[in-house]
């Protein structure tokens, strides 16, 4: 895995970008690799993030959509909004994750 | 390791810029079972930025009809490749079996469970979440005629019931899908 510099920390990441190692993340890098993919992080983009990271802390998989819907009371529709076109990425990618493994 | 050795940061490639891909998927089975593969793969496009319509036509229009869609069945008679779903075993009930009353309760209602297990939400739900993400619902002129409905009888996240010229029309140049 490669190791890159976001926000001045050192953090590893897999062949696409995203981050592998849960602890190396923080809200300084989430703001740099939303600023990556065009997106500039508000309160509501912070809600998702922080659903998917406790949600991952726990479950050990990454929210999909409809998790983030039904158990983080994000609407899917505003997550198409925060995230738009693939939520499921870029909302895996801002918050540190692995993208989404389950197909719904 | 030194911060020297750190390699360019590498930005995901999200192609936004690709996504003119449309597709279509024409939904004519009514059977439970079969409602789920345009649902999976739709919601799915979606959440790839693919933009999505589908058509319900034939026994695929239960899917949207309003006193329906919350009771599609699974029958298991005529599948011969039904089974029960237990890893490394093939354990199966005689086809004679299948007609008989309440089998057709029974498999729907497993397929119901598992579907539950999996966290799939039923079709309605499933309509919902593929409307909120910007899916198109189109309901069949000549099913609705058979069906003697009106867009009042239809889920409300149908846009609108179209004939199959419409339909054609609509989807040129999109990927198309019959199931």
């Given at each position: 895995m490669p190791v890159t510099s976001i926000a001045g920390h050192d953090v590893h990441v897999n062949d696409e970008g995203?981050?592998?190692?849960?602890?190396?993340?923080?809200r300084d890098i989430a703001e740099v690799l939303a600023a990556n993919i065009g997106i500039e992080m508000t309160d509501r983009h912070w809600a998702v993030v922080d659903f998917l990271r406790e949600d991952f802390k726990a479950k050990g998989e990454t929210a999909t959509t409809r998790r983030v819907q039904?158990?983080?009371?994000?609407p899917t529709k505003e997550q198409f909004a925060l995230f738009p076109k693939k939520p499921g990425r870029k909302m895996s990618y801002v918050a540190g994750l692995p993208k989404p493994k389950g197909c719904v | 390791m030194s911060d020297t050795s750190a390699a360019p940061m590498i930005v995901p490639d999200f192609g936004d810029d690709e996504t003119d891909r449309t597709l279509a998927i024409i939904c004519s089975k009514g059977s439970l079972d079969m409602a789920y593969p345009a649902l999976v793969l739709g919601n799915a496009a979606l959440g790839e930025g693919v933009e999505l319509h589908l058509f319900f036509t034939f026994w695929g229009f239960d899917m949207i009809v309003d006193s329906r869609m919350d009771d599609l069945q699974f029958s298991p008679?005529?599948?011969?490749?039904?089974?029960?779903?237990?890893?490394?075993k093939s354990i199966r009930i005689p086809?004679?079996?299948?007609?008989?009353?309440g089998m057709t309760g029974m498999a729907t209602k497993m397929l119901k469970d598992q579907l539950e297990a999996l966290d799939i939400p039923p079709v309605r739900e499933f309509l919902d979440q593929i409307v909120a993400a910007g899916g198109q619902l189109w309901a069949c002129q000549m099913s609705a005629d058979m069906n003697k409905v009106d867009m009042d009888d239809?889920?409300?996240?149908?846009s609108d019931i179209i004939n199959a010229a419409d339909f054609i029309t609509m989807t040129e140049g999109a990927q198309l899908l019959f199931i």
């Open positions: 995203f981050l592998t190692e849960y602890d190396e993340w923080n039904n158990v983080g009371g994000i | 008679a005529g599948n011969t490749a039904m089974h029960f779903p237990v890893k490394d086809q004679a079996v299948m007609p008989l009353p239809l889920y409300e996240g149908v």
